[in-house]
């Protein structure tokens, strides 16, 4: 079964630095997605990035990059130059190829701050 | 990517009754997923809405609760049946893989109070 987990508490983070969400995963499928979503305090949510288990280098969208580590079951988001508007909740979550659901950790707050 | 238009975007119902939430794509798609959001809480996949056949519910989720009617490729409805305050959730329909980005698009939810 796949797994994914987010631990770290809300944080905190001041306008235009960088800040780095955690997220480790669990799965025994060598084939498989991670995505990072965004949810504001509205509810939608919000697509941000993908990586997939065999693209060779870190995928980058803009502001956001996930660092990936597949030897430690590691794709952390890393936000920089934060905005005021970057405040929401953040999503990891994972789909193994045969199986179109995906699983979500448990996401982690961020607030920043001006 | 598609976009979805999700209805209503918030209630407020009397327990034992039920709500009909609609999702509408802007394109053909396979497979509609619907899920829910306790409060405070990640997102919990209720189930997979595949046109022309039964959807396939996660366990803990059953038909008789969330009724879910697939009848074509661009639209879907879910239903709460039978309301608890229990029920109260950020109500989420979504579809992908996105053959582009490979994102999954979501609705912009369905805030539901159960009073």
């Known amino acids: 079964a796949q797994k994914i987990t987010q631990t770290q508490p809300g944080m905190f983070v001041q306008e235009k630095e960088a800040v780095t969400l955690d997220c480790t995963y669990d799965?025994?499928?060598?084939?498989?997605?991670l995505f990072w979503y965004k949810q504001p305090s509205s509810g939608e949510m919000i697509f941000l990035i993908y990586?997939?288990?065999?693209?060779?280098q870190n995928a980058t969208e803009g502001r956001y990059s996930l660092n990936f580590q597949k030897a430690r079951k590691s794709a952390n988001l890393v936000i920089s130059a934060s905005q005021l508007g970057d405040s929401a909740m953040y999503f990891c979550?994972?789909?193994?190829?045969?199986?179109?659901?995906?699983?979500f950790g448990k996401g982690n707050q961020v607030v920043v701050i001006p | 990517s598609a976009v979805i238009s999700q209805k209503p975007s918030r209630d407020i119902c009397q327990r034992g009754t039920s709500l009909t939430i609609q999702c509408q794509v802007d394109?053909?798609?396979?497979?509609m997923f619907w899920y829910r959001q306790q409060p405070g809480q990640s997102l919990t996949l209720i189930a997979t809405?595949?046109?022309?056949?039964?959807?396939?519910?996660e366990s803990g989720f059953v038909i008789d609760k969330f009724p879910i009617s697939r009848p074509n490729l661009t639209f879907s409805t879910l239903t709460v049946s039978n309301m608890s305050p229990e029920d109260s959730s950020i109500y989420l329909c979504?579809?992908?893989?996105?053959?582009?980005?490979?994102?999954?698009?979501f609705g912009s939810g369905t805030r539901l109070t159960v009073v």
């Open positions: 979504s579809v992908g893989p996105d053959r582009a980005n490979y994102g999954y698009t």
């Open positions: 799965t025994s499928d060598p084939s498989y997605g």
């Open positions: 809405a595949n046109q022309g056949s039964e959807a396939t519910y």
């Open positions: 394109s053909q798609v396979t497979m």
């Open positions: 990586q997939g288990s065999y693209d060779q």
């Open positions: 979550a994972m789909r193994v190829y045969g199986n179109n659901r995906l699983a």
